[in-house]
């Protein structure tokens, strides 16, 4: 049995384990990556990648059918499958090489293919051998939870790590759970051709996101044919035939929706089985790993990263910024705390929903009568109309004297806009800084500024407006 003695080891290759690892070298720490499957974690493989280049596909398809309202008239418009699924592999093949096990090893990281367990607080064991280190890192990310349905493991049925391989397009797919992957596959799967039924438990359709806009989103998903079924549960599931069949009660009535196709999309189960966590005293619950703000676990040297982390923001954005503030704790004096309070996040819907700090009925509860709406309808907005854009809303909440404390955006690249409030949260802008910013014309992201300028428009009045109109007559 071989053994090595390091600086810092990552258990998990997905991104906090992948930062982790690279940044540690970089820095000069001996470092060691230990993943038992592939290199790249679930949004190279089952996520972010492969679910972006199927939406890609998705919206070709749909905007080549809605070219008539520009004038254009495609002769065609034909999905093959088959070609799509080769589109999202060759993506993924494209971005592999940068979380590989042969560029790590070129970083000066020492890669280890098996499972982890912990031996000790400082000491690894990865099939024969042992690898011990001053501060290991737990980043061993999420897999797709099973509900406990009756029937359920009897039926074929897909998850995100599946969906990407099925064999051919499903006439009627079912889709378990309207959380952001299930609607973002759902409208995807719509859009190339499949008929889809949502079943939600929730009464009300994305309640993390801003009331008035989640519902602009739902009714632009039910017009494009997304059957969204909320209140609904599961209550069993059968194989009739080349059918898969949904039992499933809404307000105590039971009835069936058939479909060939079944995609469970209802949450995320961590993975900390097989580590030894219990007998080194890292805890845990349903969640994952329990740290503190630092992301200690509460054994010395032992942190954890990335959606293992228990009430943490299950993103690849966030599992990065959690990997950076591991290193500083580890690696350097001092102590420095994830915040997630500006931290955004975007559903690649079309249009796309983004988001980032307060909605507004939070901003309320917080701030009381002094929270100020700012709102602006993108329909109204030059660049939006030249492009036939879908409806969309950009809306920004502040606090009583103006500060951003909430910016949620509905439209065309809404995830590429929500940085600018994002930074407006982050650095304690008002809408008064954002509305003096030039932005450039047209652009989509100009209806920002165009909302920030109601705040001011609505404070010019009384006093402030006979004072401009008599100094423009007289000065």
Known sequence: MSERTLDLIAVGGGTAGLVTA?????????????????????????????????????????????????????????VAFDEVLDHVRRVQARIAPNDSSERFRGLGVHVVEGSARFIDAHTIQVGEERLKARHIVIATGTRPAVPSIPGLTD??????????SIDALPRTLLVLGGGPIGIELAQAFARLGSTVYVIETASDFFPREDRELAVMLQQQLEGEGVRLMLNTTATAVRREGEDIVLTVTRDGVPHDVRGDALLVAVGRTPNVEGLGLDEIGVRTDKGGVITDGALRTGVTGV?????????????????????????????????????????????????????????????????????????????????????????????????????????????????????????????????GQIASVIHPYPTTAEAIRQASEQRRKAGFTGWKKSLVSWLAQHV
């Open 22 to 78: 690279a940044g540690g070298a970089g820095l000069g720490a001996r470092v060691a990556l230990v993943e038992r499957d592939r290199l790249g974690g679930e949004c190279l493989w089952n996520g972010c990648v492969p679910s972006k280049a199927l939406i890609a596909a998705s919206r070709a398809a749909h905007a080549a059918r809605t070219a008539p309202r520009l004038g254009v008239h495609p002769s065609d418009v034909r």
């Open 303 to 431: 942190y954890a990263a990335g959606d293992i982390v228990s009430g943490g923001l299950k993103f690849t954005h966030v599992a990065d910024h959690m990997a950076r503030s591991v290193l500083r704790n580890a690696l350097f004096p001092g102590l420095s705390k994830v915040d997630y309070s500006g931290v955004p996040w975007v559903t690649y819907t079309d249009p796309e929903l983004a988001h980032v700090g307060l909605t507004e009925a939070q901003a309320r509860e917080r701030y009381g009568s002094g929270v100020g709406v700012w709102r602006r309808e993108l329909a109204s907005v030059d660049r939006v109309m030249t492009d036939a854009g879908p409806a969309g809303l950009v809306k920004i909440i502040t606090a009583p004297k103006g500060r951003v404390v909430g910016g949620h955006i509905l439209g065309a690249h809404a995830g590429d806009m929500i940085g600018e409030l994002t930074m407006a949260v982050t650095l304690k802008l008002t809408v």
């Open 155 to 164: 039926v074929p049925y897909h998850t995100n790590e599946t969906i990407f």
